[in-house]
């Protein structure tokens, strides 16, 4: 199974941008997908991307995250702009069916 590993994540004032970064361990060309899990919250997940660059994000973010990959780099982004407190949580990848979690990447936002 494809596994992942994701970095990225940091301290940052509301208002402010991170861009995460997801390495598979193989070439994938399944649909990959950002999620993230805020304490005592279900994990939840955030935006998806095809093999080809369909892009679905949900609602509490579209507009603000884009999610973009380099097949050739095995890599998938997050841009995150204009983040809101309510960002903060841990951001996995994964692909769509669910494969193993990786330790996933802290995101803090601070009011």
């Known amino acids: 199974q494809v596994q992942f590993m994701e970095s990225g994540g940091g301290l940052v004032q509301a208002g402010g941008s991170l861009r995460l970064a997801c390495v598979a361990s193989?070439?994938?060309?399944?649909?990959i997908g950002w999620f993230r899990q805020a304490p005592g919250k279900e994990r939840e997940l955030v935006a998806t991307?095809?093999?080809?660059?369909?892009?679905n994000y949900a609602s509490s973010v579209k507009g603000r995250f884009t999610i973009s990959r380099d097949n050739a780099k095995n890599t998938v982004y997050l841009r995150m702009d204009n983040l809101k407190p309510e960002d903060t949580a841990v951001y996995y990848c994964?692909?769509?069916?669910?494969?193993?979690w990786g330790q996933g990447t802290q995101v803090t936002v601070s009011s």
């Open positions: 991307i095809t093999s080809i660059g369909t892009t």
């Open positions: 994964n692909t769509v069916s669910l494969g193993p």
């Open positions: 193989e070439s994938t060309f399944s649909r």
